[in-house]
């Protein structure tokens, strides 16, 4: 009897590791390149170049205001000498207090809540949203059980290209928004 019990269990354990493995064996895998598709949709480029064109003007005005604080603390060491101690004692109030200004200015324009980071999720959050919307439409529709991201810094030693489905992604998403034609695409690195 105990030899029965133990040739059942071996069987039964043979049995569910191939059921796993037919299992395993059924899962899609797919992968997408989305710096790619994001390459290839205008509103995005144009987007960037907006937070690129908004980022250097804040940059200017920060770097020109702590120019002047600059120019007052040299100012302030040139005449410190021959001032009073109240007005030493004012000017440098001052020189702290327009530091402090730049460095609120800076928190407001590029902090983690700043004006950047705000006008970043207003132009390129939905855009992202619409490509992944995209790319769960197409693994579902075709049975994908995953989809992997080669630009998002995941290592993938071998990719067969029949499995990329970027392209897909990119027409799936021309059809609610602007997106270069497949045949102007131009893949690099590949």
């Known amino acids: 009897m105990k030899h029965l019990t133990q040739i059942l269990s071996a069987s039964l354990l043979t049995i569910i590791i191939m059921l796993s493995a037919n299992i395993m064996q059924a899962q899609k895998y797919?992968?997408?390149d989305t710096e790619y598709i994001l390459k290839n949709i205008p509103e995005y480029s144009d987007a960037q170049d907006e937070l690129d064109d908004m980022s250097k003007r804040w940059q200017k005005e920060i770097?020109?205001?702590?120019?002047?604080v600059e120019e007052l603390y040299k100012n302030y060491q040139a005449e410190a000498i021959l001032l009073p101690d109240e007005i030493k004692k004012k000017r440098e109030d001052e020189i702290?207090?327009?530091e402090q200004e730049v460095k609120e200015l800076q928190r407001k324009y590029f902090g983690p809540e700043g004006e950047l980071f705000k006008k970043r999720q207003e132009l390129i959050q939905p855009i992202q949203e619409k490509v992944y919307n995209a790319i769960e439409n197409i693994a579902l529709t075709r049975n994908f059980a995953f989809v992997f991201d080669k630009a998002g810094g995941m290592t993938m030693l071998y990719g067969n290209p029949k499995f990329d489905i970027s392209d897909?992604?990119?027409d799936e998403v021309g059809s609610v928004m602007q997106t270069v034609k497949r045949e102007e695409r131009n893949k690099t690195g590949e």
Request: hydrophobic share 35%; charged share 20%.
């Open 63 to 68: 770097e020109t205001n702590y120019s002047q």
């Open 168 to 170: 897909d992604v990119l």
């Open 30 to 32: 797919a992968y997408v």
């Open 96 to 98: 702290i207090n327009k």
